[in-house]
């Protein structure tokens, strides 16, 4: 054993002393020096414990203030024990003594979009939102955020004016509210583009009869304003769960159900994870009928629906994915009417989408 160095006395070269003791030989940091390699990896709990004096010392790399790192990881191919922080949103990695100064986090501006208070809305959700027209806003956003989901495949646009303005029409002109064997097969294509893409249930709901289409739907919608009901009702036709079940009543019955979109789903707070059950339907239903009680106890004359909540919620998750730069910002206020010119407020009874 050689005599301690000057510099080296203190708690931290006896660390080394009884590890070196307890290996009988020289430590990690001796055989180094001897190598010329640099310093070693920590291979072991007693040489992390060799104490905050030697891990203290300066590394070539450091000293340039906090790694961005938006996805939570380390970045840098940093090996050691690192801090994580988050400053304005931003998490970043840096040693604890680069953490005290803030000095090389970005501005706000420098920040990704999807990241800007504008993209976070109100309160940090739409849900919470309770203006009346920032929903508004946020819904009248919905068309180019389905152009933007649509992509290559030059169906989605039209099959969702389909979906929201024609059949909704052809639904009320009947005598008897029901569905169409060719229009439960439409009706699934559109569900199937608008969001995961399953191509057995497509085929599968084309093998149900016409007769018995038109029959369970029919029963179903007069089953109507009780829910569960009417979705076991449909719930005999083949590829016709909670979610297809729900998307059928919202074509005839607006007012009443929404359709339970994954995106939508996700947007609706204190919810569990996502199951395709009546129960968890009725239970996002609840959360969706209440949101339009609370934005129509603001403004009585909004009438806002099941289905129009629905489709905001939709808006609002797809458009952080696709294009967050359409959404109103959180400091977003209604402009204001000039003295004498029209009441520009919504109808009471809004038609933007089912009419």
Not at 71 to 99: H, L, N, W, Y
Not at 120 to 128: E, W
Request: proline share 8%.
């Amino acid at each position: 054993m050689r005599e301690p160095e000057p510099e080296e006395k203190g708690w931290a070269y006896e660390g080394r002393r009884k590890s070196e003791e307890l290996r009988g030989g020289a430590s990690g940091r001796q055989r180094s020096e001897k190598s010329g390699r640099g310093r070693p990896k920590a291979n072991s709990v007693r040489q992390r414990a060799r104490g905050a004096a030697v891990l203290a010392q300066p590394r070539k790399g450091w000293g340039r203030g906090p790694s961005l790192s938006l996805s939570g990881k380390e970045v840098g191919k940093k090996k050691r024990s690192q801090t994580r922080r988050t400053i304005q949103g931003v998490s970043f990695t840096g040693r604890p003594e680069d953490c005290s100064h803030f000095g090389d986090v970005p501005s706000i501006q420098e920040v990704p979009a999807f990241l800007s208070p504008g993209a976070m809305g109100p309160g940090g959700g739409l849900y919470a939102c309770d203006d009346p027209q920032y929903w508004t806003a946020v819904l009248g956003c919905y068309k180019e955020v389905i152009r933007a989901k649509e992509g290559k495949s030059r169906k989605l646009v039209a099959l969702d004016a389909w979906y929201q303005e024609e059949l909704p029409v052809s639904i009320r002109e009947r005598k008897e509210k029901y569905l169409t064997r060719d229009e439960l097969v439409k009706l699934m294509e559109w569900k199937l583009a608008r969001g995961k893409f399953r191509p057995r249930l497509q085929h599968l709901v084309a093998t149900n009869p016409e007769e018995l289409v038109k029959r369970c739907t029919a029963a179903a919608f007069s089953l109507l304003p009780n829910v569960e009901a009417a979705i076991t009702e449909l719930s005999q036709l083949k590829a016709v769960g909670p979610a297809t079940a729900s998307a059928i009543l919202t074509a005839g019955a607006p007012e009443t159900t929404a359709f339970m979109a994954d995106e939508a789903v996700a947007a609706v707070p204190d919810l569990p994870g996502l199951q395709y059950t009546l129960k968890y339907y009725l239970l996002y239903l609840d959360k969706i009928q209440d949101c339009a009680k609370r934005l129509n106890q603001v403004d009585a004359s909004s009438g806002w629906t099941p289905h129009q909540i629905e489709m905001c919620l939709w808006t609002w998750t797809m458009a952080q994915k696709l294009c967050p730069t359409v959404l109103p910002p959180s400091s977003w206020t209604a402009p204001k009417a000039k003295e004498g010119a029209e009441d520009v407020r919504p109808p009471k009874k809004r038609k933007a989408s089912i009419p």
